[in-house]
Nanobody, 121 residues
Framework: VQLQAFGGGLVQPGGSLTLSCATS????????IYWLRRAPGKGVEWVSA??????YYSDSVKGRFATFRDSAKNTVYLQMNALKPEDTALYYC?????????????????WGQGTLVTVSS
């Protein structure tokens, strides 16, 4: 089982960026795929979760971020729009066993490496 996140970079406030998570070794449609982030000095928070056509977003990104899947490529994307400095974080994708509930996320031990997103002018 592998998940590989990439696509981070430096972007100006108000800009957009799309992250990719390539999955292998399991049937991605049978699991939730989460995007999570760890901002400097803070704990991990979940950002989005997707399984087939069901999606969930944290309140902090709802309306600005969108997650979607390309099953043929075994890839899950996180499109981030209207980025703010507070979105600066190390972003991870991870395999999940259930949908999020409030601030609680249900990932298993399979996480990708992080990709750094910096929002700054």
């Amino acid at each position: 089982v592998q998940l590989q996140a990439f696509g981070g970079g430096l972007v100006q406030p108000g800009g957009s960026l799309t992250l990719s998570c390539a999955t292998s070794g399991f049937t991605s449609g049978s699991y939730w795929i989460y995007w999570l982030r760890r901002a400097p000095g803070k704990g991990v928070e979940w950002v989005s979760a997707i399984r087939t056509s069901s999606t969930y977003y944290s309140d902090s990104v709802k309306g600005r971020f969108a997650t979607f899947r390309d099953s043929a490529k075994n890839t899950v994307y996180l499109q981030m729009n209207a980025l703010k400095p507070e979105d600066t974080a190390l972003y991870y994708c991870a395999r999940g066993v259930d949908r999020p509930a409030g601030s609680i996320y249900y990932t298993d031990e399979y996480w990708g490496q992080g990709t750094l997103v910096t929002v700054s002018s």
